[in-house]
């Protein structure tokens, strides 16, 4: 065994968690491809070695699901819900095991670790009670010997493809519907972050989820996966979250079979902080929205805009707060900030920092990789940026946090909607018509309106134009994994 895994056991109060094969139809699979390294990023160590499974072993767990889907379905929505409300608890008796794995794989701090996993299990809690609530309904005939029923079933198995940033909730967000509504489900994690999914198998096999119904495939070819969930003719739907550059593949190939498709996709955030607002509260919010997850989140204030009256006054305030970020291993307690998740996440912060300062934009705080070395990078903000800047069309997906000044709400309004992105938006304002006025005015699926923290199963989360399609969480998340019947029968 590797000693970066042996240690990564010994922080473990249940070492038989960290698994690192493929669970395929109720059973733990090695790879017929071998297997792929997981690395810690705060460390660069190789924590596991993973199954890489073959295009051939994906196409049986998805025969699996095939096979296993039909007797679940067939199950009550209370059974199903019950099976759901055992994985809900070993997630919850296990967050600290589930939140060290996810800090060593993904490098987020332990805190911010353990919350996503908790958030993560409330998905599985929700949708476990909205099991029981899959109502059909009867519409009055239209014609005299007509009776018309409506009624919701399985749309039968469901794939995911789902990114590094957050490895766990990003599995149960479309997984817990997904068994909610009666589908079988195979679920495929990002190659950098596949622990957290395994972990969720090891955890939905102790739950006594039948064999097959949630199956986890580990591969280092993400493409060949892709193709095999959109060809295969026993996949009848794909959820994805990930960039839209890669959603749009998924879509091409998912066309050829008409699939139902739901997407999260990349955001371009704008967090507008006009001249009445509380700019402590703003602050605070900004440094929430901005450096949760290291930037590292599709739903991050990407672009900050602030009104002329009280930019000089928010910079200051902002470059305080972010003054106090303690950068370092996610696993050292006090850690507010780890590492990006790799070399090209580095590169892409640097690409859009250099863009500003050559464009006449100035650093204000940070601005160079950290001391630690590796991937770490200063918390950094600019200003002086302007519409024409990298940063303004394209998500960094990093700690850089970009100042624009403004004079009107009509000119932030503009500016905020320039974009093909419409996935979450934010702004802090004290007047009661410029708060209804803007929020109907953004373009997103989201508004966080005196609130950089938006996200909870409660609510829909989802975007507009190029930003997805679908909403997840909320009552409406199980929508998506639901076909709608028409019974129009003669009496
Ligand atoms: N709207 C939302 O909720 C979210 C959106 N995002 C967006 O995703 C981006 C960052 O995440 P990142 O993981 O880099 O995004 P990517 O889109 O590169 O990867 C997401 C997932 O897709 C897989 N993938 C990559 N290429 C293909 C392909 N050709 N066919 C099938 N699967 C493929 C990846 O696998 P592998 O990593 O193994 O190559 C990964 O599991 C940002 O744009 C961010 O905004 C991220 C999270 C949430
Ligand atoms: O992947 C993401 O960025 C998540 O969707 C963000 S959140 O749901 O944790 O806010």
Known sequence: MLDATTDLKSLLNDPTLLESRAYVNGAWTDGSDGTFDVTNPARGDVIAQVADLSRAQVAEAIDAAYAAQKEWAALTGKERANLLRKWFDLMTENAEDLGIILTAEQGKPKSEAVGEIHYGASFVEFFAEEAKRVYGETIPGHQRDKRITVIKQPIGVAASITPWNFPNAMITRKAAPALAAGCAFVARPAKETPLSAIVLAVLAERAGIPAGVFNVVTSSSASATGKEFCENPKVRKLTFTGSTEVGRILLRQAADQVMKCSMELGGNAPFIVFDDADLDAAVEGAMLCKFRNNGQTCVCANRIYVQAGVYDAFAAKLAEA???????????????????INEDAVEKVEEHLNDVTSHGGAILTGGQRHALGG????????????????????????????????????????????????????????DLSRVYRVAEALEYGMVGIN?????????????????????????????????????????
């Open 322 to 340: 972010v003054a106090k970020l303690n950068v370092g291993d996610g696993l050292s307690d006090g850690v507010t900030t780890g590492p990006l």
């Open 375 to 430: 991937t770490f990078f200063e918390p950094t903000i600019v200003t002086g940026v302007t519409q024409d800047m990298m940063v303004a069309q394209d998500e960094t997906f990093g700690p850089l946090a970009p100042l624009f000044k403004f004079e009107s709400d009509e000119e932030v309004i503009e500016m905020a909607n320039d974009t093909i992105f419409g996935l979450a938006s934010y702004f802090y304002a004290k």
């Open 451 to 491: 609130t950089g923290i938006i996200s909870t199963e409660l609510a829909p989360f989802g975007g507009v134009k190029q930003s997805g399609l679908g909403r997840e969480g909320s009552h409406h998340g199980i929508e998506e994994f639901l076909e709608m019947k028409y019974l129009c029968m003669s009496v």
